[in-house]
Structures are given as structure tokens and as C-alpha cells.
């Protein structure tokens, strides 16, 4: 089956960095458009990054300057870098990406089971 995993998510403290993959595996012609959200206990669920098939990216103005999302066509992996975490960052995060499953597919949403990244103070 097809499945998007993400992996990398633990406890850091403020300041600290992590780096959040996704990776994508199963029978996929292509990988169109992948994003990051995140989820906090509470809150609504947010878009913090976004990465297009032709290598546009867009982040959330909370996150800006300090994540950057990147991707690897070849080994179907996507990535967030996230620096200078702060509390507030602290979420659950979940990968969506845009798959073609084959060449005459139309585009299909998969979601990842999400990572939880906590920031202590």
C-alpha cells in the first residue's frame, strides 16, 4: 500500500534543532505538491510549510526564517527543517503530499500518521 511515514520527531529544548522526513513509499508515479501541519493540543490544525512539485516553497509567518522544507525526488523523501525551536513549536506534525499512483491517476491527498515534536523551556 501506499504510505507517507514520518519520522524524526522527539523532546529538544528551546533553542535546539530537528529535522522531520517524510518518506513515501509504495507504488507512486509521482509526487506532486507535500506540506507539513502541525496540531497542539487545543488548537486548530496549522499549515507551516509547503513545498510544490516544481520546488516552490511557503511557510507560516510563525515559522519563517527558522524551518525550511526540502524534498529528494529520487528516494521520495521530504524534509523539514526546523532551528532555533521554541515551546511553541511543540505539536504534532503530519506530512500531506499530492501522489499520482500511476500515469493516467488523477492527484490523490495521502496524510502521514504524524510525529510529535515536543520543545521544552
Known amino acids: 500500500q501506499v504510505q507517507l511515514v514520518e519520522s524524526g520527531g522527539g523532546l529538544v529544548q528551546a533553542g535546539e534543532s530537528l529535522r522531520l522526513s517524510c518518506a513515501a513509499s509504495g507504488s507512486i508515479f509521482s509526487i506532486n505538491a507535500v506540506n507539513w501541519y502541525r496540531q497542539a493540543p487545543g488548537k486548530q490544525r496549522e499549515l507551516v510549510a509547503g513545498i510544490t512539485g516544481a520546488g516552490d516553497t511557503n511557510y507560516a509567518d510563525s515559522v519563517k526564517d527558522r524551518f525550511t522544507v526540502s524534498r529528494d525526488n529520487a528516494k521520495k523523501v521530504a524534509f523539514l527543517q526546523m532551528n532555533s525551536l521554541k515551546p511553541e513549536d511543540t505539536a504534532v506534525y503530519s506530512c500531506?503530499?499530492?501522489?499520482?499512483?500511476?500515469?493516467?491517476?488523477?492527484?490523490?491527498?495521502?496524510w502521514g500518521q504524524g510525529t510529535q515534536v515536543t520543545v521544552s523551556s
Open positions: 500531506n503530499a499530492v501522489l499520482l499512483l500511476g500515469p493516467f491517476d488523477t492527484p490523490r491527498q495521502f
